[in-house]
């Protein structure tokens, strides 16, 4: 533990953040040594994740780095900008560096990628909306778990050519992300990969099939791609990277669709909800790991850090309103705000202005769609 940690505070938030039937659930046993409030907050953690432990030597190791980590969280949030909350997620038994070989993109982790070809796009008008939010248009497959298989990148593709297939004819697809897996010319999509692999697959198969004929499995299978024995139900002509500018990314996002982005996921281990803000020391917009789908965009209004408050419930302005992102990650429904985060828009937090990359998908007979605010 770090010894200037206020344990007994945070554990009384945290312990006040469960469900009473969780809190009530607290046995009585003592299965080893360790901090009291510490053990009884681990054992929350578990009941609300299913997690056991084979022998106690395992038991003392987690409980150990799940100390560890309730610190790093509230350091996290002590230094946060914005009005994210850090504490107890799926992950808060693991190491960070358990965490990054699970969850980390090992292909694309390192300071600065290779370049795509930027394009500028024909911007419309000089006018953004206040907010959008693609959720709401229900052109959005639910939020998928990426388990033990480090694809957020192929995740992140199909996320972006289904929402954008969706705007565009309307029925609602879920591409096959075990496809982009099994048939890629960079092998094994499960140790990390780029997005514009997903993109070259879909083209070179001329599209790709349905999550229901091809369903993801956790793991690559290189030597059998399947990819001609199922009918598909998308396709792209092109892939592109916006320009690195948050303005012109929000722009292409309202009148277009969802775009997938690359960010530094370091925070996000401990992320429970709010708006995260970095800044470059805190969170290095140059060491970009984690790809995600960047859905919509608003502005909440915050009163004091750590409260977010509707501007209607108060006749008072409000001290600061945060400008928000809002994206979709691949780590299950019960990670963060129902597998969604929101990390702040307007300062390149955590590396979102690097890679803004997008397939390409046009109906020419299309009517105008708007992004729902
Ligand atoms: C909890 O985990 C065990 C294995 O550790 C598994 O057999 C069981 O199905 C899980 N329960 C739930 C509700 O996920
Ligand atoms: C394109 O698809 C063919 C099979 O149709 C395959 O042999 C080839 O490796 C693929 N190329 C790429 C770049 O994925
Ligand atoms: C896929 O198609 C090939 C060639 O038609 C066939 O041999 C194979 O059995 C099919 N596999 C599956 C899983 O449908």
């Known amino acids: 533990m770090a010894r200037n940690m206020h344990l007994p505070g945070l554990l009384v938030l945290?312990?006040?953040?469960?469900?009473?039937?969780i809190r009530d659930s607290l046995g009585a046993q003592?299965?080893?040594?360790?901090?009291?409030?510490?053990?009884?907050?681990?054992?929350?953690?578990?009941?609300?994740?299913?997690?056991?432990?084979?022998?106690?030597?395992?038991?003392?190791?987690?409980?150990?780095?799940?100390?560890?980590?309730?610190a790093k969280a509230q350091r996290l949030q002590e230094e946060d900008l914005g009005t994210a909350e850090?504490?107890?997620?799926?992950?808060?038994?693991?190491?960070?560096?358990?965490?990054?070989q699970l969850y980390g993109n090992w292909r694309a982790a390192r300071k600065g990628l290779e370049m795509v070809r930027e394009v500028s796009f024909e911007r419309?008008?000089?006018?953004?909306?206040?907010?959008?939010?693609?959720?709401k248009a229900h052109v959005i497959s639910p939020v998928k778990n990426q388990g033990q298989c480090r694809c957020c990148w192929a995740m992140a593709a199909a996320g972006n050519i289904e929402a954008l297939w969706n705007i565009n004819f309307k029925p609602s697809v879920e591409v096959s992300v075990q496809e982009l897996l099994d048939c890629g010319r960079c092998g094994d999509g499960c140790i990390g990969g780029y997005v514009w692999d997903a993109f070259i697959t879909a083209l070179n198969y001329s599209g790709l099939a349905s999550e229901k004929d091809y369903p993801f499995r956790g793991r690559a299978n290189t030597h059998?791609?399947?990819a001609p024995n199922y009918t598909k139900v998308a396709w792209i002509y092109d892939y592109i990277m916006l320009p690195r500018?948050?303005?012109?990314?929000?722009?292409?996002?309202?009148?277009?669709?969802?775009?997938?982005?690359?960010?530094?996921?370091?925070?996000?281990?401990?992320?429970?909800?709010?708006?995260?803000?970095?800044?470059?020391?805190t969170c290095d917009p140059w060491y970009v790991d984690h790809y995600v789908l960047l859905v919509g965009f608003g502005r909440s209004k915050v009163e004091e850090k750590g409260?977010?408050?509707d501007l209607s419930s108060s006749n008072r302005p409000p001290r600061h309103s945060t400008p928000y992102w809002i994206l979709k990650n691949s780590w299950g429904a019960d990670w963060g705000e129902e597998g969604y985060f929101r990390l702040h828009r307007g300062s390149d937090t955590c590396g979102i202005t690097k890679y803004?990359?997008?397939?390409?998908?046009?109906?020419?007979?299309?009517?105008?769609?708007?992004?729902p605010p």
């Open 224 to 226: 059998r791609c399947l």
């Open 124 to 135: 419309q008008k000089e006018w953004t909306p206040q907010s959008c939010d693609w959720r």
């Open 356 to 371: 803004p990359i997008t397939a390409c998908i046009q109906n020419p007979g299309k009517k105008p769609v708007s992004c």
């Open 245 to 281: 500018n948050e303005q012109a990314i929000a722009e292409y996002v309202a009148t277009q669709g969802p775009i997938t982005v690359i960010i530094n996921s370091e925070r996000l281990q401990h992320y429970k909800k709010g708006v995260i803000k970095g800044t470059p020391s």
């Open 307 to 309: 409260t977010e408050k």
């Open 14 to 21: 945290l312990v006040a953040g469960l469900a009473p039937g």
């Open 86 to 100: 850090f504490g107890v997620t799926p992950f808060s038994d693991l190491t960070e560096e358990e965490f990054g």
């Open 30 to 70: 003592d299965p080893g040594p360790g901090p009291p409030e510490l053990k009884e907050v681990f054992k929350l953690f578990q009941i609300q994740f299913n997690r056991s432990y084979s022998n106690p030597a395992e038991y003392a190791h987690r409980l150990d780095i799940f100390g560890h980590n309730l």
